[in-house]
């Protein structure tokens, strides 16, 4: 999704913004014979403040 996507979402915006969570990334991996999934969250505070670290040059 690009930005102006996210900014529009009700997914985005109204559920994890109201949680706290500003970005999120998961990797899904097997473990035997059960899924599992890491997700690492940023706060909203962070998200906005770390976002130019995370567009490439």
């Known amino acids: 999704m690009d930005r102006d996507e ?3 979402s009700q997914f985005y915006q109204d559920f994890l913004a109201g949680h ?3 970005a999120f990334a998961g990797v899904g991996f097997r ?3 059960d ?3 890491l997700s690492v969250s940023a706060g909203c505070a962070t998200a906005r ?3 130019a ?3 490439r040059s």
Request: charged share 5%.
């Open 35 to 37: 899924l599992w999934c």
């Open 53 to 55: 670290s995370w567009t």
């Open 49 to 51: 403040s770390s976002r």
């Open 6 to 8: 996210i900014a529009s």
């Open 20 to 22: 706290g969570i500003g």
């Open 31 to 33: 473990a035997g014979g």
